[in-house]
């Protein structure tokens, strides 16, 4: 496919995620998302983060394969997840779970800084070369546990993990900091929601409930 022919796809997601938020307004809150986010998504060649055979949907509202049993987020959880987190351009961000780097370099388009952890090694290996190609000089990733964050550059203004523990793990809640931002999906497989948890300037921690997802497990690094 050409280049214009990709750039005409990327308008038509852009418009399918305004449709999808139109139409979940009583649940977000909210009708629209933050045009920041829209315009780096509609700009972001995501066709390049997808394997050749898979660049055709790569702008389809649907999870993609990334290989090793996971997969890449559908355009609209991408936008709503980096929405909620309300980026400013002064921001040092955590992700958990870097996968191919899509969500990756929407979040070093808006933030001063990107540390992401990746469990597995081949998908950090090609997010690294994805976001090199991008020229996403703004990011750091390294193979590891997500679920014990990144302690040597916490605290972290906003916090991102693209996959779903059953809990909330306590680890990451101690590297957001005061004032900071969450977005997580946790539960059972069956039964997770989208969280949105933010710590206020003493620390208090508020949850909130705002979306029923389905997510890859967050797993941990085997040990022994």
């Given at each position: 496919?050409s ?14 995620i305004?449709?999808r938020?139109?139409?979940?307004t ?11 986010v ?6 972001l060649p ?5 394997r ?11 999870p ?43 979040l ?14 081949g ?5 690294r ?11 750091d ?6 679920r ?6 916490a ?11 059953d ?16 977005v ?24 909130r ?16």
């Amino acid at each position: 496919m050409s280049d214009p022919e990709f750039a005409l796809l990327r308008r038509q997601m852009i418009a399918q995620i305004a449709a999808r938020t139109i139409f979940l307004t009583s649940r977000l809150g909210k009708a629209s998302l933050d045009r920041r986010v829209l315009d780096v998504m509609g700009t972001l060649p995501r066709h390049d983060f997808v394997r050749f055979e898979l660049q055709p949907f790569a702008y389809d509202d649907m999870p993609l394969p990334s290989g090793y049993g996971k997969t890449i987020s559908q355009p609209f959880i991408v936008a709503l997840m980096t929405d909620l987190l309300a980026l400013q351009p002064t921001d040092i961000v955590l992700e958990v779970g870097t996968g191919l780097g899509y969500q990756t370099a929407i979040l070093a388009a808006l933030a001063r800084h990107v540390y992401s952890v990746e469990l597995i090694e081949g998908l950090a290996i090609n997010a690294r070369q994805h976001l090199a190609r991008q020229g996403c000089t703004n990011v750091d990733v390294r193979v590891g546990d997500g679920r014990a964050g990144w302690c040597d550059h916490a605290p972290f203004d906003k916090i991102i993990v693209t996959a779903a523990p059953d809990l909330i793990p306590p680890t990451l809640v101690d590297q957001l900091a005061a004032g900071g931002k969450m977005v997580i999906p946790a539960g059972l497989p069956d039964d997770q929601q989208l969280l949105l948890v933010e710590k206020d300037s003493n620390s208090r921690i508020s949850t909130r409930e705002v979306l029923p997802v389905r997510f890859s497990t967050l797993e941990q690094a085997e040990t022994g």
